[in-house]
């Protein structure tokens, strides 16, 4: 058995030394926001964040996982409270069909961890290696300035009080 942490809770999970973290997490944790297009570490639909780093589960074996911290989409908002990233994505329609759509928030998330005011190219190069298929790359720059600017307005608000 082998103990991951995903999203804030600990598995024990059997894992085959040959698996990889992307159908780790979908076909025995029933995580589906994890998504795999490619298989091969090209189109990074399958990211998750290891530790707070952008990281493809699909190329990546999940035994190497273990004592990492996982954060998938489940791990951020809630249907019923999506997280700031999310609601950005939402507001500013930026996706079309979604399959890209959690690896993408995923990477704006560490991107806005480590820096707080991107510009649009620093956007587009956090971003350079998602391929969305639909071509809604500028509404995907856009929703993650508008990330920024929430939580910019959120420590503001805090600041206040």
């Known amino acids: 058995m082998t103990k991951l942490r995903v999203n804030g809770q600990y598995y024990d999970v059997q894992i085959e030394p040959n698996e990889m973290l992307s159908d780790v997490l979908i076909k025995k944790l029933g995580l589906h926001g994890v998504r795999v297009s490619c298989s091969r570490g090209e189109c990074a639909s399958c990211t998750v964040l290891l530790d707070g780093n952008p990281t493809l589960s699909c190329i990546m074996l999940a035994m190497q996982a273990e004592g990492k911290e996982i954060t998938t989409i489940e791990g951020l908002g809630t249907y019923d409270k999506l997280h700031p990233i999310q ?75």
């Open 87 to 161: 609601e950005a994505f939402v507001e500013e329609q930026g996706f079309q069909c979604g399959f890209c759509t959690p690896g993408m928030i995923l990477s704006t998330k560490a991107l806005l961890e480590r820096n707080k005011r991107p510009n649009s190219e620093e956007v587009a190069l956090a971003l350079s290696g998602h391929i969305c298929r639909c071509g809604a790359y500028p509404l995907i720059i856009k929703s993650a300035l508008k990330a920024a600017q929430k939580f910019e307005d959120m420590d503001n608000d805090k600041n206040k009080h």
